[in-house]
Nanobody, 126 residues
């Protein structure tokens, strides 16, 4: 059974930073896409960032325009993905979800992901 477990959420003031972690178990995601999505109250789940395997033993990263330049997605030890969030804004407040695909190509649409974590709350105060 595949499980994704997020951690690192919390309450932070605007301009601050948080680092989210996601650890996957049950299968390897080394060569498959892993992403972060978020959902604010009353809004649809939206894409934040994705990392996918690229040629030359490197990872490709893609970001939503709203977080580009402030957030960084990266891979850690086996089956771990991080989301470093800097210069946080109140509009970044949401539940953040880690997601994994059973394929290598990066995608921005939630319905193209096969596995999901339970989410971690991020609250940014003004």
């Amino acid at each position: 059974q595949v499980q994704l477990v997020e951690s690192g959420g919390g309450l932070v003031q605007a301009g601050g930073s948080l680092r989210l972690s996601c650890v996957a178990s049950g299968r390897t995601f080394d060569h498959y896409a892993m992403g972060w999505f978020r959902q604010a109250p009353g809004k649809e789940r939206e894409f934040v960032a994705v990392t996918s395997w690229s040629s030359g033993s490197t990872y490709y990263a893609d970001y939503a325009d709203s977080v580009k330049g402030r957030f960084t997605i990266s891979r850690g030890a086996k089956n771990t993905v991080y989301l470093q969030m800097n210069s946080l804004k109140p509009e970044d407040t949401a539940v953040y979800y880690c997601a994994g695909r059973g394929a290598s190509a990066s995608r921005r649409y939630a319905d193209e992901y096969d596995y999901w974590g339970q989410g971690t709350q991020v609250t940014v105060s003004s």
